[in-house]
Nanobody, 115 residues
């Protein structure tokens, strides 16, 4: 099963977007979840992750204090609130378990930050 991210789009620098991803319960409830991104010409990287109990989070250095990851156990969903977006945040964003499993990669959602 592929995990599908949604909520991307075109936004001006300094703007905000909220990404969402819903996973099957048997995947969501037993795994840490992560948001990843891949910019053109670069390797896919982990942006943020949240433990399965929701009590601990991790953020890559360049998104810390701008992005917030959260999970909703009732909806089996994980979200990424992105504020103060920068052009360098432009990438395709994916959700997956953390550490990621190949079979769960979906198509991602494009985030473009440009004026």
């Amino acid at each position: 099963v592929q995990l599908q991210a949604s909520g991307g789009g075109l936004v001006q620098p300094g703007g905000s977007l909220r990404l969402s991803c819903t996973a099957p319960a048997h995947i969501f409830q037993v795994n840490n979840m992560g948001w990843y991104r891949q910019a053109p010409g670069k390797q896919r990287e982990l942006v943020a992750s949240i433990w399965k109990d929701g009590k601990n989070t991790y953020y890559a250095g360049d998104v810390r204090y701008r992005f917030t990851i959260s999970r909703d156990s009732a909806k089996n969903s994980v979200s990424l609130q992105m504020n103060s977006l920068k052009p360098e945040d432009t990438a395709v964003y994916y959700c997956n378990v953390q550490p990621p499993l190949e079979l769960y990669w979906g198509q991602g959602t494009q985030v473009t930050v440009s004026s």
